[in-house]
């Protein structure tokens, strides 16, 4: 398995990750979320398209990340379009909890749009 | 496929080993004439009883065998694919097992035992406090 991270315009992070997730590689992609999560980002994107098998380990890292940035006001989604994947999250019902999209256009917007409805329902000054 | 000799992959009990299971798994599934579908779903759940195993069986430390392992069997007939997950480590009460087949686990534990069972035809789980585990899941070909 291999992590890929970046950041964009100091908001967004963005993991791709590629491989097999399991409970002997999925510590390293959750040390991965846990450094981003460390620099105070509360918006992620996990793109899942490069990988080839998940299990139990690795959607719960994902599920508690999603309640992390969610209570620091952000949101998570994922990207996924391989059919043994997207039925973990189906049999598990986390797809909608995880926002899983098909497309990584369609995981940015959905983000993008949490984003700003989240800017617009904050007091104008942003201030305490 | 006539019924043969059963397959037995007997690995360490770590994680390491978990993608060399699912490699056993494909080999073994396809010939016994599962479908890739079947064969993606047996991977998943044969996967989530060896995490459990690695997680579980030996937790406490006391008398745990040096080195610990976990005993994998393949019975493979045609269309059917049967496997055992098992260990000598120290077992727990099946009736104390907070996971029914038909209903969601809750999302902070559990979510491995729902997936076998929803991932695999038929689930046992045998299994005392002191006598180890062992769980038998089988698969049939999707028709």
Redesign the interface.
Known sequence: MKVQTKTEDDWLAVLSVSGEMDAFTAPEFRNCLDETLEKGIAWILVDLGEVEYIDSVALGILIGSAKCVTERGGGLAVVCNRTNVLRVFDISGTRELLNVCQAESESRRLLEQQRTATVNSSAPEGGQ | MAETLPVELLIPCD??Y??VV?LVVAGIGGRAGLTI?DI??L??AV??AC?NT??HAFADGEGAPQPATIMIRFAPRQGELRIEVEDVGQGFDPDRVPVRPDQ?PS?E?G??L??IH??TDSVEVQSAPGSGTKVIMTKRAAR
């Open positions: 994680p390491q978990l993608s699912r579908d993606d779903d991977k998943v996967s989530e995490t690695i997680d969601p999302l534990g979510l491995g729902y997936l929803q991932l």
